[in-house]
């Protein structure tokens, strides 16, 4: 279906409105340790909390402005739904039970 193997004739089709995803086998990796591998995977949803996090931060400063309290708590408020809607809190553990799944060697095995 991934068009990756020429040797088969068969035929098949998705039914109409379905998605498909590929899961190479031997996926072609860009970085030195498997860990580089899964955090580069999972770096816009990192980045995300980062973002939560950082704003979080900037409502301790004893000389925050309202202006930008109001502003961060209106962006962290932004951000805190698409963190709720994806399910992000809980990024480690799912990152930990693929990678279980997977059967992903430990983060600090080489990938070369």
Not at 32 to 42: F, K, L, P, R, W
Not at 63 to 84: P, Y
């Amino acid at each position: 279906m991934a068009g990756i193997e020429k040797e088969y004739d068969g035929i098949a089709r998705p039914l109409p409105g379905a998605s498909i995803g590929y899961l190479s086998q031997e996926p072609i990796l860009e970085f030195e340790t498997v860990q580089e591998c899964i955090d580069s995977a999972v770096a816009s949803s990192r980045a995300i909390l980062d973002k939560y996090n950082e704003l979080s931060m900037s409502l301790a400063d004893p000389d925050v402005s309202e202006e930008d309290m109001n502003k961060a708590m209106s962006q962290l408020e932004t951000i805190g739904d698409k963190i709720e809607a994806e399910n992000l809190w809980e990024l480690d553990r799912m990152v930990e039970r693929a990678m279980d799944s997977l059967r992903v060697p430990p983060g600090d095995a080489k990938t070369n």
